[in-house]
């Protein structure tokens, strides 16, 4: 879906649609569906496109919109921008898509969609739905939230069954060498592989990376054998590719709710 129209219709779903629990601020729980818009940004023109860019949540704010979503961008890969929208459900994306756009604000968004092909070399969308029984650990505070990362395991069709029970042996080897350790799974349904999954976890500082480091050694090093067994034949028989990309929060870019703001405004006032 073309950017401007995704977010068009998410300003006219939130004057519709202003019920939606998820479009009352930022999720507390794992949201159902996600749809990422992805921008790939041209080379020296990043901090160009951060500033441009702000002017998507500044006309948002201007309409009171109430759907939100968080911008990240690389620090490892391509140089990209995501855009990762939460949703309650694929129905309440679909209401969203049947919306009109807000007339007042749709030159405005057409005027920033027009400037955003300067900084970029192209633009595409993932869609994903939870996968919360391979999901594990505590849902995070959005509000802190600085940096994510988001591991992309593509596997051979028809072989679910064992990334489901290889995740599941290494949630009981983490429960007992890393205990705080957490994230949340995602299976892509629409703009990429079948049978691609996404495992996004979120942490407070750069530093984390270190502890979720020295967390997977121990979960390993302490996974029973039959543990290790799954771990290995999933990699090993299941596996077509895996690719790890980190990110950091990109509070100018993002557009939150006022709660979150207030929990941390010296780091979400921040402007590119």
Known sequence: MHKTALRLTLVALAAACAAD???????????????????SVKAGRAAEHAKWEAGWPAAFEKAGSKHYYLALTSLTGPQEAWFVAPFASQAAYGEMLAVEGDPALGPELERLAKGDADFLEQMSAVQAVAVPELSHGTFPD????????????????????????????????????????????????????????????SITSFAEF??????????????????????????????????????????????????TKAKDPGFWAKKP
């Open 21 to 39: 629990a998820l479009a009352q601020g930022m999720p507390t729980t794992q949201p159902k569906f996600l749809h990422i818009f992805r921008e």
């Open 142 to 201: 959005m509000s802190k939230v600085r940096f994510y990362e988001v591991s992309t395991f593509r596997l051979k069709p028809g072989y679910y069954e064992d990334f489901a029970t290889a995740t599941k042996a290494y949630v009981a080897a983490a429960k007992r060498s890393a205990p705080h350790a957490a994230w949340r799974t995602y299976a892509v349904v629409a703009g990429g592989y079948s049978d691609t999954f996404l495992v996004m976890s």
């Open 210 to 259: 270190d502890t979720m480091a020295a967390e997977g050694d121990a979960t390993w090093k302490n996974a029973t054998p039959e543990e290790q067994a799954a771990l290995g034949k999933f990699m090993k028989e299941a596996v077509l590719s895996t690719l790890t990309q980190r990110f950091r929060v990109d509070p100018g870019m993002s557009y939150v709710d006022a709660a």
